[in-house]
């Protein structure tokens, strides 16, 4: 079935760096969702986009929507430790069905 | 109150049992969603309704069986559970034509 790649897979940093990570396909998506999974708990949404180029924030945490359709980035400035988790990025393809592709995941380490 | 419920929240079984998860939403949604997460896997689709008298395949079924049997109730069966159906079990629903999903707690399920 179709896939997203995510990455990277994991990231150890600092409190207080930035981080970055992405997801690509290779087929145009129509909308991408990023979640955060804390452990033992269910993904949380965090932000959706729904067009090509758009920029949405929520708080420290900033998504982009890419211009080819065929990606999406999430950054989050001045990290705290309760950003540990695992963040899932998710897509719907353009012309497919009414289901959600999901990426593996960034496990993300915050050292205090 | 979770908008989202899964019940039980833990559940240690036997190969060869059979096995419900239940999953309740007060979100008012049509859509609701079986998922797996395997570790390095992601989440894996099994099931999915869009309302009460649709019931499709996800790309794991095999083994699963499901029962819509209101708007607000979607469970989950394992008719004979086996060791590799051990893993993480999310119940998720949406809006129609709204793709941001939102996850229950999850269910972990251990087969012996």
Redesign the interface.
């Known amino acids: 079935?179709q896939q997203l790649n995510q990455s990277p897979q994991s990231m150890f940093i600092q409190e207080g760096e930035d981080v970055s990570m992405n997801c690509t396909s290779s087929s145009i998506f129509n909308?991408w969702?990023w979640?955060k999974q804390d452990p033992?708990?269910?993904?949380?949404?965090l932000i959706?986009l729904y067009k090509a180029g758009e920029l949405t924030s929520n708080g420290r945490l900033t998504a982009q929507f890419g211009i080819t359709r065929k990606d999406s980035f999430l950054n989050i400035s001045a990290s705290i430790p309760s950003d540990v988790g695992i963040y899932?990025c998710?897509g719907?393809n353009q012309g497919g069905s009414?289901?959600?592709v999901?990426?593996?995941?960034t496990k993300l380490t915050v050292n205090p | 109150d979770a908008d989202?419920t899964q019940t039980p929240r833990n559940r240690i079984t036997k190969t060869g049992k059979r096995i419900m998860l239940e999953c309740s939403q007060t979100k008012g949604h049509d859509r609701m969603y079986w998922y797996r997460q395997d570790p390095?896997?992601?989440?894996?689709?099994i099931y999915?309704s869009?309302d009460v008298k649709d019931i499709n395949k996800?790309?794991i079924s095999d083994g699963y069986s499901v029962s819509r049997q209101a708007q607000a109730k979607f469970s989950l069966s394992l008719e004979s559970a086996i060791p590799n159906q051990t893993a993480l079990y999310?119940c998720?629903t949406s809006a129609e034509w709204v793709?941001?999903?939102?996850?229950?707690?999850?269910t972990r399920l251990t087969v012996l």
Do not use: D
């Open positions: 079935g909308t969702l979640y033992g708990e269910g993904p949380v949404l959706a899932f998710a719907l009414e289901k959600l999901f990426g593996k995941g | 989202v390095g896997l992601g989440l894996r689709l999915y869009f996800g790309e999310f998720a793709h941001e999903q939102f996850f229950g707690p999850g």
